[in-house]
């Protein structure tokens, strides 16, 4: 198992009151899975009171990085120690 | 030979109309009026750019430069009033980056937007008044940007940018910056400005948050953050928590600010990462990022 860190920023470290965690994952599906389980209720709920409703996963809503690199690019899904994980929402307005 | 005896001819005028300033540090500058300027591109019948590019060569300044100064200096001026950079939208993000990038001195200005007016633009579009509401966004913005800065030109293009028009509407720019509000307009930008191989300053915002990033052609650009599979979201959270304000005018601003270091030559352009604001918490973040 690696002991990884999961950092999140903008509007997700506002909602989920904390800029990081660190997680026990073997692979990124394992990582998402423990993230959801984690926070997915506390994320959609905060984002309810504020009038917002998003289907689905965390991962579905958001932009995540491997050690900057975006999931669908990575070329590996196993961790290793160390690893960070970047989590934030998509803001493409203008 | 013909230039530079009307070089000559425009720098003796500008040298008989030049006047000292005494700056706030005690230092004595030599200036030239907005007025002077006017004059001289009058009675000459060049542009006033041109006359302000030669004052600057001398040594002289532009009045309406000076705060420039110190952070780009003479030679930076000089570039920036040489240069063009386009502007792909004119709406919350872009009608901030107009602004500043005509008092910035920007010589020539490129706007590209095909939408016109609407009430819910009035909150956090500068350039949108009560008044001109229905009006094209690139009709007002030109407007307001020789009302700021009448030394600089101002194409306009009043249609939507797609992969068939970037050459004839972004060509002859040295810059690309971004004031659209979705994202396969941007990724179609992105690949035209690695074409043109000019840099593309992106901006993005939702609520009190927002995105910045300078893509140099060589660099990996927004498939690091989107992934480079089709499978990407055209629009974010913005359709849900909107745009106040405040929030354009900070991405823009920072947006302008890349634009100057790219020209100048003054600074580090955030390349190769993201930098993340939250205005909310006023925390700003940059995450590296990787192929």
Redesign the interface.
Known sequence: MALITVRF???W??YLGTDSTTLQADHIDDALTQLEEKFGYQLRKK?ET?????DGKIQD?S?I?L???????LRSTALKEGDVL?I??????? | MESNTVDKDIARYIAEAVESYLAPDGKRLSVVSLKTVASISRSKRIPAKEVEITALKQGIIPRRYLRNMGTIGLDGQIKLLQSTVAVVGAGGLGGTIIELLARQGVGHLIIIDNDRFTEQNLNRQIMSTEENLGEYKVTVAAKRAGEINSAITVTTFRERLTRENTQKLLGGAQVVADGLDNLPSRLVVEQACRQLAIPYVYGTIAGFCGQLMTIFPEDAGLPSIYGSSNAIPEQGIETKIGNPPATPAIIAALQVQEVVKIITGVGKPVRNQILLVDSRECAIDRIELRR
């Open positions: 920023y903008s509007l470290r506002s984002l504020a009038g917002i409703h998003l809503y932009l990085l050690n900057g690199i975006a999931l669908r690019n970047h934030f929402p998509p803001a493409i307005g203008g």
